[in-house]
């Protein structure tokens, strides 16, 4: 897998980590946990994403790459959907307000990986 996008994934985590560590601290553990699983409710798909644009492919052309983008992101919004239900449905209590914001803590770090992206291409085009 693309270094770029296990660092980010791994950020990704990371961050919803630190979010739940925080507000378990300051709010408690049915805050602290959520916010770990709306951070993974977001890692994950975004790892599945990842691995059907990354896997190698037989065919090699631009048409099989799309159409692993397409399956990438339909699994990933599946996916998405999914465990949202399942968190909503199966786990309590929980904070909904931590849930979203370790999702949406975690979907922003995705952002980074731009910029991650950018300062590889800067490092490798001082000609060395």
């Known amino acids: 897998m693309d ?6 994934l791994m950020w990704q985590f990371l961050a919803g980590v630190v979010l739940a560590a925080v507000l378990w601290g300051v709010f408690g553990k049915v805050v602290g946990y959520s916010a770990v699983l709306g951070s993974l409710i977001c890692v994950v798909p975004n790892a599945f994403l990842a691995l059907r644009l990354v ?9 099989a790459l799309i159409n692993a983008a397409w399956i ?36 922003l770090v995705t952002f980074s990986g731009l910029l991650m992206r950018h300062e590889q291409d800067t490092e490798n085009s001082n000609g060395s």
């Open 55 to 63: 896997v190698p492919r037989r065919d090699k052309g631009a048409q």
């Open 72 to 107: 990438g992101e339909i699994g990933k919004l599946a996916l998405t959907v999914l465990f949202f239900s399942l968190v909503f449905t199966l786990v309590r209590p929980l904070s909904a307000a931590a849930l979203f914001a370790g999702f949406i803590l975690s979907q």
């Open 3 to 8: 270094l770029t996008i296990s660092r980010v």
